[in-house]
Structures are given as C-alpha cells and as structure tokens.
C-alpha cells in the first residue's frame, strides 16, 4: 500500500466528530485514511456557533445586549493558527499507546489571539496586569500551616476591574501564559504534543470542535469532554452526570436539546468575554479583582467542560498543587454512599444555575478579594480598652439567609470551597453551590495562610435548598432581590476564613496560647473592612459555630474569639447557633454579665489566654476541662 501523504500543515488531526458535516474531511490531495480523521482549524466564517433555536430558548439574547457595559454582541472572533510545526506527522489519536503520550507544550507558539478590527473590546481595567504584575511574593519559604514566611512590612492593595464598565480606559487584547496568571484554555499557547518530534495540537480548537458536535445524548457529551482530555479516558467516572442528566428531562424539557448546547455557547464566548489575562491570587498578596457575572459564567462553563489546562493534577507538587480543582470531573462520578444523594444535589445546583444564566443573563459584577496583613498590621490585643461589641444571638435561621446586608462568615477550608467536588456538603460546600459564583474563585485563589482571608463582594444566590449533609437537597431557584451597587454588584459580602483543623484526640490543643492565637488572627484578618466592600460603614458580621463540627472547635472559646475580633474592627455579632437552645442561653447570660461588669477587649483578651494556663494544665488523666470558657470568664471577669 503506498505511503500516504502528509496533510498540509494548517490541518490537524483528532478523532472526535467534525461539527458541520459539510466541510471536507482531508485536503482535497490527501487520500482518505480510515484509522485518521482530519480537521482544518477552527474558522467561525465557516462554521458559525450553532443559532440556539432550541425548546424554550429560541428568543434569548446571549450577548446580554441590554447592558452594554458588561457585555458585547456578536459572533466569536476567529482565532487564526499560523503555520508552525502544526500536523508535523500522521498519528492515530484513537490508539491508547499513543493518547498516553500526550503532553501540554508550555514552549511558545507563532499564533496570536486576534479579534476582528470592529470587535467591541470587552475588556477595561485600571491596571495592566503584564505590565504590573501582581503584588510581589518576596520571603515565602514554604506553604504549610505555620510557615508563615511573608513580607514584615504591609502588602499595599491592589484592585483589577477585568470588565468592561463607564469612565475605564482600554488597555487591548492580550494574552498571559505565566505563573501569574490563569492559564486560559483558549490561550494560543494552549498546546498538545505527541512527544519528541510529534505534531502539536492547539488544544482551544480541538475543544471548539468539540463543543460544536452533536451533544444529544451521553455518550456523545462523554466522547467531546474526553476527547480533549485522553489521559483521563479511562479514569474519569462520568456517570453521575449521567443520572443528574436523566432526572431534569421530561417531556417538555430535555437537557441535551437544551441546556448542554447553551452550557458549550457559553463556554465558547471565553476569548470575547476574557481577553484580559486573570491574576492569580496567591499567598502573600493584597489584591482584589473584579469579574463580570457573565465573565463568571463562561469560566464556570468552561469548568463543566473540564477545558481548564494543567489543573487535572492532585497531587501536592504538581503546578496548581497549592490551589483547588476548577474543572467539575470530579463532581461527575456516581453517588459513592446509597444513603446520600448530596453530589447528585450539588451538581443539579450547578445545572439550575446554568440554566437561569441561559434565560436570564445576569448584568452585574463580582469583586474577590485576598485580603492579607502583615504581622505589623495586628493589634496589640492586650492595649485594646474598647468595651465588647454587642452580639445578637439567633437560634433560628441560617447566616446566607438572615445575614442580609451583614458581611457573612463562610466557615472555610484552607482550600476555597473545601470538599465542594466531593462528599463534603456542610456549611461552606452548600453556600457554594446555592451561591454557585463562589466557585470560580477556586480558579484563581490558593489555599489560604494564617494571615489572609477571602472576601466576596456581589455573589448573586441563585437556589434554595432544605437539609445538611446526608439530607442537602435543591429545591428550587432562589430569585436575589438583594439590592446592587454602582458595580452592579449584589449588596452581599461574604468573608472564608479557614479555621484550624484539631483531631478528636487533640481537641485540648485548641486552648493553647498559639492556637488562640492563630485563630483569632484568622477573624480579624476575615471581618477587617475590605477595601473593595460594597458597604459605607463596618456592618455587623453574621457568624456562628466556625471551626466547631467537622473541625472539632469548642463553641465556647469560638465565639469569644469571634467577639474579640468584631470589637478591634468596630462590627456587631450576629451569632447563629443553628437551634442549639442550650449555647444561645449560655452566650447571652455571658454576655450580659461581662458586659454589665464593663469588661474591655484587653481584659477578656488576657484572660482567654491564661484560661490554658489555670484550668487545662491541672486536668488530671487527660479528661476534659472541668470549668468550660464561659463559667472560667465569668468567675474571672464577672465581678
């Protein structure tokens, strides 16, 4: 059989269905080859992105035209690729030996993004991030819980506006594939290989291709997620997504007819609604950035896809080691305990909010926030003769729900979102889900060190839910009547402060001075007034039993801390106890007396740390305190 010839170099090779059966399938010189298929790069001149005339979405306006200053109308440009060493050789991608070979290029590519020359430049911003970059990282030594290494002086504040909004100035398209920077998947420099010699794939077309096949059905949208991402064939689990899927069709509604093809538009419009290069927000750093929602949305998009490049990896030492997963694989594996439906729940919440986006694109913005204070910045909490903040205690309802217009604590992991890709679904995983903005900080925000925190300005809530755990059900959408800002941000401010993690059988090392003081160094730097807050004055916090639960806290000592950290930064507490009766009337019957004898935040300050001193070094045989935080501050305090 004679040799077949190798394909001109602007065409690639892949083994998914072309969208558009109407374009050849080889070079018009190259002789069909049944093992291969080949594909031009993407062109929308030539393939335009399929019209959603779609059950229930024939008259939606995706370009969200209405606000012209979030959002811009048109088709995706085209992102043209140039000759360079492109489709160098034949390759089979169907072959396994060879899909095991595949590896992301960070070499550089003579492509460039482009935009047509009458595109409207979505993107303004008061600050250029290439060229200036992000606070500077000086001193860091390690990243685990107690090397603390950071600058000694105060990190200055830094805000990024990557959307388009009145009175910014233009600072043009580009594109950033750096350590400082999200890795786009559309980025030009977005690259497969097939080791030494092979052809490299631009891997933003491959997923366009993708994203425009025919999606009508499981297999067919298990075929597009996994035909970018070969390594994880046949160790992706996508039957939970499946089940998801099955249940939200009914005979008015079909997700693969609907949803999915508007979830892959959304995640298409990334290189217009993206141009501008997302800073990372990594330790150290004193940095807000501000994305619109719909920016948020095709990230998210992006995320269900799993296009997101080099983020695949869990293991510590890989690149994206130090941050969480952003792409929803994860999320997609069946339900590993019978008893529980709360992945299965958590993913339909993700799906209703997609769905909302579809029909009614939302118009606003959201600013997060990684406030950091460098030791200098800490109070010395024995001087501070402020008289304790009033707290307000609440047995009933939840902080997401009874906190409006309170900047509202979101009891954190260390890792942003915590295990909400997993089985985890307590407190800081459901207020992710039902506030599904939240999730794109895992995009960009690296675990959390002592001193810093994460603040969320105008994430809009977008379910409700019943239940917690094992119980954690979505019940509905939620209509956000929360009122916005000039930014068009929700009046909503939340802050994750992680707390420490202590094992059942070292609960007593939470009483000692450095973890008290670990952890209120953590509330003040989550209840300090941002300098991006959507709110005039310091609002009261909304909080309640952080660290407690899974995190095996003492309630007790967690709401003195809290309340130590509210009187330095001049905020009341609303403190939910979640219908513990029982620490509702302990608080206030604590409060009322120490706050009846004028107690000052020094005083209560000095005499939480010698609490570990006086009762938990004279236990006798390792049991527990015999005198509780409350009963030892009132015998103290109380007069």
């Known amino acids: 059989m004679p040799k077949a010839t190798k ?41 335009p992105i399929r019209p959603m005339k779609l059950a229930g979405y024939e008259n939606l306006d995706y370009s969200c035209a209405d606000d012209a200053s979030l959002t811009t109308t048109g088709e995706l440009a085209d992102d043209p690729i140039e000759d360079s060493d492109m489709a160098s050789q034949d390759m089979n991608l169907a072959e396994a030996e060879d899909a095991q070979n595949w590896q992301e290029n960070d070499s550089t590519v003579q492509t460039r993004l482009t935009m047509s020359p009458d595109a409207h430049v979505l993107r303004l911003s008061t600050k250029d991030p290439l060229e200036a970059k992000p606070a500077a990282r000086p001193g860091i030594v390690g990243r685990d819980e107690g090397q603390d290494s950071r600058p000694s002086e105060p990190v200055p504040f830094q805000r990024y506006f990557l959307f388009e909004f009145p009175g910014a100035t233009s600072v043009g398209n580009r594109d950033a594939w750096d350590s400082d920077h999200v890795r786009l998947p559309c980025s030009p420099k977005n690259v497969q290989k097939t080791g030494d010699g092979g052809p490299t794939f631009a891997r933003w077309d491959i997923i366009r291709c993708a994203l425009q096949s025919d999606l009508s059905s499981f297999p067919q949208l298990k075929e597009a997620i996994l035909s970018y991402n070969p390594f994880f064939a046949d160790r992706w689990d996508l039957r939970g997504l499946k089940t998801v899927l099955s249940d939200m069709t009914t005979p008015e509604s079909d997700p693969y007819r609907d949803l999915i093809p508007g979830i892959a538009n959304l995640a298409l419009r990334l290189p217009r609604l993206c141009p501008e290069p997302i800073p990372l927000l990594r330790q150290g750093m004193n940095v807000a950035i501000t994305l619109s929602q719909m920016q948020i949305a095709s990230l998210l998009a992006n995320a269900f896809f799993c296009t997101f490049p080099r983020r695949n990896d869990p293991r510590t030492t890989s690149e994206y080691g130090s941050f969480p997963s952003i792409n929803l694989a994860p999320l997609f594996a069946p339900n590993r305990h019978r008893r529980s439906r709360s992945q299965l729940e958590k993913l339909k919440g993700i799906l209703l909010y997609f769905k909302r986006v579809l029909v009614n694109p939302p118009t606003g913005s959201v600013t997060f926030h990684r406030q950091y204070l460098a030791e200098c910045e800490l109070p010395d909490w024995e001087k501070l003769h402020h008289p304790l903040s009033k707290i307000d205690v609440l047995t009933t309802g939840t902080i997401e729900d009874a906190g409006i217009g309170m900047l509202q604590v979101d009891f954190a992991n260390k890792v942003i979102g915590g295990g909400v890709y997993g089985y985890g679904c307590v407190q800081e995983e459901i207020r992710f889900i039902v506030t599904t903005e939240l999730l794109v900080a895992r995009l960009f925000t690296e675990r959390l060190a002592p001193r810093e925190s994460l603040i969320v300005t105008g994430a809009e809530r977008y379910t409700d839910y019943r239940g917690y755990s094992d119980t954690f059900e979505i019940v509905g959408y939620h209509a956000d009547a929360t009122p916005r800002d000039a930014l068009g941000r929700r009046q909503t401010e939340i802050t994750a402060i992680d707390a420490f993690h202590f094992s059942p059988n070292n609960k007593l090392m939470q ?10 160094t953590k509330a003040y730097v989550g209840f300090r007034r941002s300098p991006a807050s959507c709110f005039d004055m310091s609002v009261p916090v909304a909080t309640g039993n952080w660290g407690c639960g899974a995190f095996n806290g003492d309630p007790e000592l967690k709401s003195v801390i809290q309340l130590l950290a509210c009187t330095a930064v001049n905020r009341q507490m609303a403190y939910f106890t979640f219908g513990d009766a029982d620490l509702a009337r302990r608080l206030e019957v604590w409060q009322e007396e120490l706050v009846g004898a004028g107690v000052t935040a020094g005083q209560l300050y000095a005499s939480v740390m010698s609490y570990c001193d006086d009762v938990i070094k004279h236990r006798v045989n390792d049991q527990p305190p015999g005198l509780s935080v409350f009963d030892y501050l009132r015998m103290k305090l109380g007069g």
């Open 511 to 520: 009483y000692k001075r450095k973890a008290i003081q670990r952890e209120l």
């Open 7 to 47: 394909p001109d170099k602007r065409w690639v090779q892949t083994t998914i269905s072309f969208a558009g059966s109407s374009l050849k399938a080889t070079p018009p010189s190259t002789p069909a080859i049944p093992s291969k298929r080949l594909f031009r790069p993407f062109s929308e001149d030539k393939t």
